[in-house]
């Protein structure tokens, strides 16, 4: 399934916006998310929120795994030009164009082609060697009623996690970035409230980026600091 998304009438020349674009071709969305981050150009902060969108949507709207999604295709298209005039010698006029573009992202499903700088997941044998303890749990209907008073407790690597859901979990799709797929993900890890979130520390960041797959994303969207705000705008403190 392919997911597009359009920018129209972005203010950068079309030849500027297409030497950024082709880099990012062919590459798994979060290192193409990387490497237009940290690319100073105009044209890359576009095409930045523009592939955001597009992965977002397919997250959101489709229900598809960011951590598989690769860029298919970016193209920047020439829009119209604003037609400027600048005073020369002898009463004459030098004509300015303002060029404008059209950015369209394309993302899909699958596989890296051979060449680009997709990074391979570590078996989780190799990951860590309390892999079993951080394993999916399964919750099926048929279990029993989860108690409200059930308290979470502290792993050496995920902070603190529940081992069955709350009475009280929040919604963390609130967060920017959190889907369905992640917030399911974050659950199967016992990560339910915005409390949970907003006390990791930074190895925990890092466990996580490995658990989910997406190396950076949750410094890039600032999870910790809407989930401390999402925290006081429901409970109060």
């Known amino acids: 399934m392919e997911i597009k998304s359009t920018t129209r009438y972005a203010r950068f020349s079309p030849k500027k916006g297409r030497d950024v674009a082709r880099e990012i071709v062919g590459l798994p969305v979060s290192d193409a998310i990387d490497t237009l981050t940290y690319t100073p150009k105009k044209a890359a902060f576009l095409l930045n ?20 999604l690769i860029v298919k295709e970016a193209s920047v298209t020439a829009g119209p030009a604003f037609r400027r005039f600048k005073p020369r010698a002898k009463g004459s006029a030098a004509a300015i164009k303002k060029r404008t573009s059209h950015i369209s992202v394309t993302v899909v499903e699958g596989d890296a082609p051979a060449g680009t700088t997709k990074k391979k997941k570590a078996p989780k044998s190799a990951t860590t060697n309390n892999v079993e303890a951080q394993a999916p749990v399964e919750f099926e209907a048929s279990e029993a009623p989860v108690e409200a008073a059930a308290a979470p407790v502290v792993d050496e690597k995920l902070g603190a ?41 930074a190895d925990n960041i890092t466990e996580f980026d490995d658990l989910l797959s997406f190396k950076g994303r949750i410094d890039r969207d600032n999870w910790i600091e809407q989930a401390k705000q999402l925290k006081e705008e429901k409970y109060g403190n």
């Open 49 to 68: 929120k523009t592939l955001k969108t597009a992965v977002a949507d397919a997250e959101n709207n489709f229900d598809l795994d960011a951590e598989n």
């Open 161 to 201: 996690i529940y081992k069955s859901a709350p009475a009280d979990a929040d919604d963390l799709k609130k967060i920017s970035g959190v889907g369905p797929v992640l917030e399911k993900k974050l659950n199967e890890f016992g990560v339910y409230k915005y409390e949970q979130v907003e006390q990791w520390t």
